[in-house]
């Protein structure tokens, strides 16, 4: 069964520091796309970053980039520059190859809450 | 242009009343999703909807909770004889064909 674990309930980071964010996800299937997701304390869900299974190149957004390692079956979120505004909870996520039509559920993990101090 | 809404933002109600979840997709999305999300856990999947296709339920929890969907415009989740462990924040997400999710706020349902 797929299955995306974040093991680190917990980082904090210095602002203006870089910080990795760690995801590893378990699935079959050889066509995957992986999502990172921001949840600051409101409550939305705002997306970050995609990185699909057959891209050759890491995925980057600004100060977001992807440490995609598809053989370690690893999708690490990298912040550069941290902000407090990047205070929050990350989410990473996979989309489930066994639904149909294109349109797939999301499986995410536990997430990690990241503390940026001044 | 208009984001992902959702209505109400917080909903508090007694065990075993019903409850209706309203989601607003962004125009021209044609799937839409449900998810839960318990305290200071990871989301589930609840219910997507597809274009005209018959909808994924494959994560609703119990025959108490429903969707609909009217064409691709709104939803509603209905949660029937809600339980305490009902409580969470219901999270609707839509997209278009390129796959990414945008979600709305949330609605916070304490079920007392």
């Known amino acids: 069964a797929q299955k995306i674990t974040q093991t680190q309930p917990g980082m904090f980071v210095q602002e203006k520091e870089a910080v990795t964010l760690d995801c590893t996800y378990d699935t079959s299937d050889p066509s995957y796309g992986l999502f990172w997701y921001k949840q600051p304390s409101s409550g939305e869900m705002i997306f970050l970053i995609y990185q699909g299974s057959y891209d050759q190149q890491n995925a980057t957004e600004g100060r977001y980039s992807l440490n995609f390692q598809k053989a370690r079956k690893s999708a690490n979120l990298v912040i550069s520059a941290s902000q407090l505004g990047d205070s929050a909870m990350y989410f990473c996520?996979?989309?489930?190859?066994?639904?149909?039509?294109?349109?797939?559920?999301?499986?995410f993990g536990a997430g990690t809450r990241l503390a940026v101090h001044p | 242009g208009a984001g992902v809404s959702q209505s109400p933002s917080n909903k508090v109600t007694e065990k075993g009343k019903d409850v209706e979840l309203r989601c607003d997709p962004i125009s021209g999305h044609t799937a839409l999703y449900w998810y839960r999300q318990r305290l200071g856990q990871g989301l589930e999947f609840l219910i997507y909807?597809?274009?005209?296709?018959?909808?994924?339920k494959s994560g609703l929890p119990s025959d108490r909770f429903s969707a609909e969907r009217t064409g691709e415009s709104v939803s509603t989740l209905t949660i029937q004889r809600t339980q305490q462990e009902d409580s969470a924040v219901y999270l609707c997400a839509s997209s278009d064909v390129l796959d990414t999710q945008y979600f709305g706020p949330g609605t916070r349902l304490t079920v007392l």
């Open positions: 909807f597809q274009g005209n296709s018959a909808p994924d």
């Open positions: 996520a996979m989309r489930d190859p066994q639904s149909s039509g294109g349109y797939n559920k999301l499986i």
